[in-house]
């Protein structure tokens, strides 16, 4: 029997484009420690990339979901011991909490709040892929070598394809990115957003 490889043609009736922690507490540089690197990246590379494999996505029907650093309560009392030890705190329904503009959700895609790095703890993301179907996940957003990392991981550890196109992600250093790729790259399919636009474009309708 043939093991299937990584580089399987995609479905796009069974691919999701997840879009991690793309949101107003991660793009505000007025609050955030200094990480000209990251703001520069992920402003100039990093989005508009995603936007791209939003469009495509949306194009060829595959399932766009986005996930938000945000609490379930006031006080945050909800939240992760990593997150309470680290200081995140975002408030339920918060500017914090909302995706960025450019990368706005459509009105049927979900956004699933999430106090852990990896939203397979502490969210029922897995619950909802298998309820539609989905095999093959596309993660994409910040930061590289935390959330991203952490859900690509764990994806592939629960039976999913999972997919990272290194240059829709992006860390605080240049450095800390690059290591990132590396460390997580044996547990995923990586490639440059064009190749995933190509990919998508040709799969529409399937």
Not at 1 to 15: F, H, K, N, S, Y
Not at 17 to 44: H, K, S
Request: proline share 4%; with cysteine.
């Amino acid at each position: 029997m043939t093991e299937p490889g990584r580089d399987e043609p995609l479905v796009a009736a069974r691919t999701a484009l997840l879009v991690i922690d793309a949101q107003n507490w991660v793009m505000d540089e007025t609050n955030r420690q200094p990480r000209p690197e990251f703001y520069e990246d992920a402003r100039t590379v990093a989005v508009p990339n995603i936007q791209r494999l939003i469009a495509a996505a949306r194009g060829a029907g595959a399932e766009i979901v986005y996930t938000v650093m945000e609490n379930a309560t006031r006080d945050g009392r909800d939240r992760s011991l990593d997150y309470k030890l680290s200081g995140f705190s975002i408030a339920k329904g918060s500017w914090d909490a909302k995706v960025i503009d450019a990368l706005a959700p459509g009105d049927d895609e979900m956004v699933i709040p999430k106090t852990s790095s990896s939203l397979f703890n502490s969210t029922n993301f897995d619950y909802l892929m298998r309820n539609i179907g989905i095999g093959t996940i596309i993660a994409t957003g910040f930061l590289t070598d935390q959330c991203v990392d952490h859900t690509i991981r764990d994806g592939a550890d629960r039976g999913y394809r999972m997919i990272c196109p290194d240059d829709a992600c992006a860390t605080d250093t240049r450095a800390r990115h690059e290591a990132a790729l590396n460390a997580f790259r044996g547990y995923c399919r990586m490639v440059p957003t064009e190749t995933l636009v190509r990919e998508l474009a040709a799969r529409a309708g399937y």
